[in-house]
């Protein structure tokens, strides 16, 4: 079956570095991403989207990486603020949208 | 801007008894879901609603519960016998279009539901 998993649970960085958080996919069939940003007590917020037929995809402050031979996708932050500090899922979308179990990021200032 | 809004923001209930968690998606979106995240774990898919039908549902999504678009704004879940490990964050999603196209599903802040 689907299955995404997050390689880190927790990220810990020193405001104004870049952030990279990272998480692997099984289905190769999958061809929609998602990285939703949760912070505490809300729901998931979405973030930044990529397709299948694309390897990168920026937006602000955020860019999205799909690596489909190996079934990677990362989000990277550029100058992480306070403000960023949430926990990071990774979403996939084939006949329904799987979840990663998160990374939480920890801005340090 | 428009949001997802969901009500009550924490339910409390008895082991048994049947809950309504309520939703009002962005008013002109037209694919409505249900998630749950249970504490500390994924956000866990449960169903998927589009013109006035279920379109997807997870294994989670058994028979105890059910989704209702009562009237042109509200989406109900409903789960008809509560059990303790029914716990968790119920959240509401709404896209214009669907998943699987370059849409976006827009969640609502939860509802917290705890069994007892």
């Known amino acids: 079956g689907e299955s995404v998993g997050l390689h880190l649970p927790t990220l810990s960085v020193q405001e104004g570095d870049n952030s990279i958080i990272n998480c692997a996919y099984s289905?190769?069939?999958?061809?929609?991403f998602i990285w939703y940003k949760q912070e505490s007590g809300k729901g998931p917020q979405f973030i930044i989207d990529i397709r299948s037929n694309m390897d990168k995809r920026q937006g602000q402050r955020v860019t999205v990486l799909l690596n489909k031979t190996v079934k990677h996708l990362s989000l990277q932050i550029a100058a992480t603020q306070p403000g960023d500090s949430a926990v990071y899922f990774c979403a996939c979308a084939g006949n329904m949208l799987t979840f990663g179990g998160g990374t939480r990021l920890m801005v340090k200032p | 801007e428009p949001e997802v809004t969901q009500t009550p923001s924490h339910q409390v209930t008895q082991m048994g008894q049947e809950v309504i968690l309520r939703c009002v998606p962005i008013?002109?979106?037209?694919?409505f879901y249900w998630y749950r995240q249970i504490l500390g774990q994924k956000v866990e898919f449960l169903v998927s609603f589009y013109n006035n039908e279920i379109s997807e549902k997870s294994e989670i999504f058994d028979d105890q519960f059910s989704v209702e678009r009562p009237d042109g704004s509200n989406f109900t879940l409903k789960i008809r016998s509560t059990k303790l490990e029914d716990s968790a964050m119920y959240f509401c999603a709404s896209s214009e279009i669907g998943w699987g196209s370059t849409d976006t599903q827009y969640f609502g802040p939860g509802t917290r539901l705890t069994v007892l």
């Open positions: 008013s002109n979106h037209l694919y």
């Open positions: 289905n190769s069939a999958s061809d929609y």
